[in-house]
C-alpha cells in the first residue's frame, strides 16, 4: 500500500496525452464528461497528496513546493489539507474546482476529497504502516486518521451539499475513501468513489492459474459461509450486517485494480464469483455467502462482536487494468491510472 513515483510524468503530460481543448470551461467540461479523464483527473488529485507530504517532509514551500501543479493544471484549488494528529503528516487534501462548467448539469466534481496510499520514504511510514495493519484487523475505522477523514467528508457535505462530490483515494487511502463512502451510504448519501488499488485482504485465491480449482475453491467457501449465516439466522449482529449490506446496493464505488497486485486483486475474483454463481443456479447462496466473512460469524457465534469487513461491498463499477506490468510496483502504483494507453475492462456488478 505504498506511493510509487511517476517516473517523471507530470500533470502538463497528462493534460496533452488526453488531447484537451483550451478554453478553460471547455476543459473543464471535457475532462469530467470522459470517463477515462475523470479517472486520470481522480488519480491525478491523489497524486498531489502524495507530493503534498513530501513537500511538507523536504521543506519544500512557496515556489519550491512540486505538488500545486498537479491541481492547478485541472483547474482545482486546494480547500484544505487532513493532517494526522499523531504524526502530522499529510494524508489527505479537499480539492475545490475553480471553473464553473458550461452544462448546470455537468457531472465535473465542485470537490474532491482525496487520500493518499503508504509513503515508504520519510518520517510519515512508522504511522501509515500502523494504519495498514489496522485494515488487515478491520479496525480501520477505529483509528482517528479515519476520524479526521470522515469528519471533513461530513464538513464538506453539511457545508455544500453532496452533489457532485468525490472521494478518491489509493491503496490504503482507498480503503480510507471506501469506508468513507460506506458510512455515508448508509445514510443515504452516495458519493461518487475513486478507488484505486483497494486493499482487499483474504486468502489469495485469484492467484491461483488452474481455473476449476479456482472456482471450487469459491463454491466450498460460498456454500460454508452461506450455511454459517443460515443458522445464525436469530442472531441479531449477524441479522445487522446483512441488512446493511443490503442497503449499500444502490451504491456503485469506482474500483480500479490490476490482477497483477496481490493487494487489490482479489475484487477481480470476488465479484466475478458472484455472476458465476447466478449462471449455475446458486446465487441465492452466493448472496447470502457475500455478505458475510467466515471470521465474522464464528466469532458471533461465540459471543464475540466483530466488525465487518472492509472489502464485503455489494455494488461497483469494476475498472481491470489488463495492460501487462513489469513488476509488482508498477501494478500497485498509482501512476498507471493516468496513462492514456492502457488496455482496461470495465463491468459494473448490481447486487440484487
Known sequence: MRCVETNGTG???????????????DLVDHLLSNPSHRRSVAASLVQSVYILERDRQEKREGNQALAPPWWKNFHFQLYRQLVDDTDSCIF?????LTSTPLD??????????AFRGTITKGDAFTRDLELDIHIIRNGLHQTSRFETAIQAVRHVIATFGSANVWLAGHSLGAAMALLAG??????????????????????PIETIKDKKVKHGIRIAGSVITAGLAFAMKNNNQANRSGDTFVALSAWFPCLFVNPGDHICSEYIGYFEHRKRMEEIGAGNIERLATQHSIGGLLLNAMGKPSDEPLHLIPSANLTVNLTPAQDFKDAHGIHQWWRHDLLLETKTYNFR
Not at 489527505?92 to 475545490?96: D, R, S
Not at 448546470?104 to 474532491?112: E, F, H, L, Q, T
Not at 445514510?187 to 486468502?203: E, I, K, Q, R
Request: no cysteine; hydrophobic share 45%.
Open 11 to 25: 500533470p502538463a503530460r497528462t493534460l496533452m496525452a488526453m488531447s484537451l481543448p483550451t478554453r478553460k470551461s
Open 92 to 96: 489527505g487534501a479537499i480539492f475545490q
Open 104 to 113: 448546470g448539469n455537468s457531472s465535473a466534481p465542485r470537490y474532491v476529497i
Open 182 to 203: 460506506k458510512n455515508m451510504a448508509k445514510t443515504g448519501v452516495f458519493l461518487d468513489a475513486f478507488l484505486f488499488n483497494p486493499p482487499f485482504f483474504s486468502a
